[in-house]
């Protein structure tokens, strides 16, 4: 491949003056490299490993004439030079033919050329998983039957466009996710790590252990309203859907569970005296993600004409009080809102007490270790549904004193958030059904005095 500098020049190029037949055009382009390492394992030997590279080029026109802004945007994981031209015509050609865009604004101007523009691509391999091999290697003597995946990803981002504009950002991804089996029982655990220099293999192994060993004992127990102990992993799959749905424009519209009745949003309602903050900030510490918008295609919370501009930090909820939604600079201007952009991680303040702490204060209710799928049944509330899995357990007089059958639930984050009775320490953590796509978390553990267990589920 040549490098993704050359593309950027060549598209830009293609794209020629910017005038054609009385429609003035302007181009983005955003070029992602991707370097990826990955390893698995199953019944206590490893299976599998391999490392990819690849590529993806996206180029964004703006055409604006008399019929308005319009915008097209054309994505390919052709890596042939002579290939760009041809991708460059079609996405002119997808916004002389789209319909006038909503979300239209200037385009963020150059602010000069980074200084590592030119700087080489980092990638990965499989020698960054020799720590957690070794671990696991220790593991696999055990009795218990080990399964995983392990992934790393160095993904760079090139954002360039006519107006001048130079970008970059590389970002380091990684989770590894480890199933224990002992007899019937089985337990989860994973961890998101960036460089895979700091994975608490044996913490993990050792957690793993004694979740097994608690199954030793199983109770059956019907669905229910029951007092229930959300480790940070469960915490963040609710709550990161609670992030992907505050959407200002949603919201104004009366489309969402943050619609006020009667009209408007529901910012600066209470939710809870618990003093949590849930936010966004691309420079919070081991979560660093992309402090500017790199987007081939508008939604409600990010728009193309938005690329390049920076993302700082944002409070979505302050001291248990809704505080903001997200809103790109087309819809902030419209409904006379500020502006307040995503970033790629999500992090919620907690409390003082360790989970050890909030077991040991639990007279009898139910212990979660994870989640799993997870769907949305009325977005007006954002009532969810899912089922738990690998590992629910019952707490008595302080005590995790047996296993229970799983259940499927039905739960909105808002309304989790207004019933918490108590938030534990906040702490780094992979949620277990959207690992795939957000891996960067900071969660509290909650206790939930009356969580919705609907029915029983047969899934193991």
């Known amino acids: 491949m040549i490098p993704a500098q050359q593309v950027i020049d060549l598209a830009l190029k293609a794209a020629g003056s910017g005038r054609h037949a009385g429609t003035e055009t302007e181009t983005i382009v955003l070029v992602t490299d991707r370097a990826e390492a990955s390893l698995r394992w199953a019944g206590n030997s490893m299976t599998t490993n391999g490392v990819s590279n690849s590529r993806t080029t996206t180029v964004v026109?703006?055409?604006?004439?008399?019929?308005?802004?319009?915008?097209?945007?054309?994505?390919?994981?052709?890596?042939?030079?002579?290939?760009?031209?041809?991708?460059?015509?079609?996405?002119?050609?997808a916004a002389a033919g789209a319909p006038e865009a909503r979300d239209a604004a200037e385009l963020v101007g150059g602010t000069g050329v980074p200084d590592d523009w030119d700087a080489e691509v980092p990638g990965t391999g499989a020698e960054?998983?020799?720590?957690?091999?070794?671990?696991?290697?220790?593991?696999?003597?055990g009795t218990d039957q080990l399964y995983g995946f392990a992934r790393h990803e160095m993904a760079t981002t090139f954002l360039a466009s006519s107006t001048g504009l130079r970008r970059r950002f590389t970002q380091p991804?990684?989770?590894?996710?480890?199933?224990?089996?002992?007899?019937?029982?089985?337990?989860?655990?994973?961890?998101?790590?960036?460089?895979?220099?700091?994975?608490?293999?044996?913490?993990?192994l050792e957690q793993l252990s004694t979740r097994l060993g608690w199954a030793a004992r199983t109770v059956e127990l019907p669905a229910g309203r029951y007092e229930t102990l959300m480790p940070p992993s469960t915490v963040a799959d609710?709550?990161?859907?609670?992030?992907?749905?505050?959407s200002g424009r949603g919201a104004q519209e009366g489309r969402t569970a943050l619609?006020?009745?009667?009209?408007g949003t529901r910012v600066g309602e209470r939710l809870t005296?618990?003093?949590?903050?849930?936010?966004?900030?691309p420079h919070a510490f081991e979560l660093e993600c992309a402090p500017f918008v790199a987007t081939g295609t508008s939604s409600e919370t990010a728009s193309v004409f938005d690329n390049g501009l920076d993302i700082g930090c944002v409070d979505w909820i302050r001291g248990g009080v809704i505080n903001a939604l997200a809103y790109p600079r087309a819809a902030a201007a419209e409904f006379g809102a500020p502006v307040a952009l995503p970033a790629d991680n999500l992090l919620m303040t907690g409390g003082s007490a360790s989970m050890d702490e909030m077991i040991a204060s639990t007279e009898r209710g139910l212990l979660l270790t994870t989640l799993w799928y997870i769907r949305e049944v009325d977005p007006t509330t954002l009532l969810l549904t899912g089922l738990t899995r690998d590992g629910v357990y019952l707490v008595e007089d302080g005590q995790v004193s047996a296993a229970v059958n799983n259940f499927r639930f039905n739960e909105s984050p808002l309304d989790l958030l207004r019933r918490a009775s108590q938030a534990g320490i906040a702490e780094p953590t992979l949620p277990r059904e959207w690992g795939d796509w957000a891996t960067r978390a900071v969660m509290p553990s909650l206790r939930i005095p009356d969580f919705n267990m609907s029915s029983v589920s047969q899934a193991q």
Do not use: H, Q
Request: glycine share 8%; proline share 7%; aromatic share 8%.
């Open 238 to 246: 609710m709550m990161i859907y609670l992030g992907w749905t505050m």
């Open 61 to 93: 026109t703006i055409a604006r004439d008399d019929e308005g802004p319009r915008a097209g945007s054309l994505c390919s994981a052709e890596v042939d030079p002579a290939l760009i031209p041809e991708l460059v015509a079609a996405s002119a050609e």
């Open 273 to 281: 005296d618990l003093p949590l903050t849930l936010y966004s900030d």
């Open 259 to 263: 619609s006020a009745p009667g009209g």
């Open 173 to 204: 991804t990684g989770t590894v996710e480890i199933n224990a089996k002992r007899a019937r029982a089985s337990a989860w655990a994973g961890v998101s790590t960036p460089y895979f220099v700091d994975v608490p293999t044996d913490s993990l």
């Open 128 to 141: 960054v998983f020799a720590g957690l091999a070794a671990s696991l290697s220790r593991g696999f003597r």
